[in-house]
């Protein structure tokens, strides 16, 4: 069955950098749009940003612009999300889905907790 399994992250301080990963398993990963939302305590699922298939176009919301980069390994089916410049509104749990759609399956997520 598909799977994504997310990774990566931690505590940090402010300014710190992380470098999230999400390993698929049980679909064609090189065929697919891929997206990480993140979700703080107490609010809302939030994208954070997509890839096509094939790692030539990628998406950021405004609050990660600059700060974020999204890439992919399709020989590793595997996604990830390095995280520079990391303030206390990061923090929230990340996760990946296949595709891009906020109600789409996901993983267990990973914290992450920028605090100083």
């Known amino acids: 069955q598909e799977q994504l399994v997310e990774s990566g992250g931690g505590l940090v301080r402010p300014g710190d950098s992380l470098r999230l990963s999400c390993a698929a398993s049980?679909?064609?990963?090189?065929?697919?749009?891929m997206t990480w939302f993140r979700q703080a305590p107490g609010k809302e699922l939030e994208w954070v940003s997509s890839i096509k298939p094939r790692g030539d176009t990628t998406y950021y919301s405004d609050s990660v612009k600059g700060r974020f980069t999204i890439s992919r390994d399709n020989t590793k089916d595997t996604l990830y999300l390095q995280m520079n410049h990391l303030k206390p509104e990061d923090t929230a749990v990340y996760y990946c889905?296949?595709?891009?759609?906020?109600?789409?399956?996901r993983g267990q997520g990973t914290q992450v907790t920028v605090s100083s």
């Open positions: 889905v296949k595709g891009s759609s906020p109600s789409a399956p």
């Open positions: 049980g679909f064609t990963f090189s065929s697919y749009f």
